[in-house]
């Protein structure tokens, strides 16, 4: 059974620091592109980043260029979003989703496969 697990949330000063993990049971993520998404309350969710499957290529939002990396272990079956100098606005229930793409977007409807999510507060 294909499952995304997400952890690393919680809460956080601004201008601090979170690593947010994606772990896949059931599959091997080296075939799919991966996409970290985030739902504010009474907000769309929106794509913040995602990273190809063969070529490892990675998208990001205008909103966290330069602040957000993210990263994949297929050692491990595991993907990373590292984020720097959070912003309150960054506050969001962060979601990881797969789907077996070769290049990633940062839409919604082309994951099909969705973690449960973390939550991550910034806020002092």
């Known amino acids: 059974q294909l499952q995304l697990v997400e952890s690393g949330g919680g809460l956080v000063q601004p201008g601090g620091s979170l690593r947010l993990s994606c772990a896949a049971s059931?599959?091997?993520?080296?075939?799919?592109?991966i996409g970290w998404f985030r739902q504010a309350p009474g907000k769309e969710r929106e794509g913040v980043s995602c990273?190809?499957?063969?070529?490892?290529?990675?998208n990001y939002a205008d909103s966290v260029k330069g602040r957000f990396t993210i990263s994949r272990d297929n050692a491990k079956n595991t993907v990373y979003l590292q984020m720097n100098s959070l912003k309150p606005e960054d506050t969001a229930i962060y979601y990881c989703?797969?789907?077996?793409?070769?290049?990633?977007?940062?839409?919604?409807?082309?994951?099909?496969?969705w973690g449960q999510g973390t939550q991550v507060t910034v806020s002092s």
């Open positions: 989703a797969a789907e077996p793409l070769s290049v990633c977007a940062l839409s919604r409807s082309e994951y099909d496969y």
């Open positions: 059931g599959f091997t993520l080296d075939y799919y592109a």
């Open positions: 990273i190809s499957s063969t070529s490892g290529s990675t």
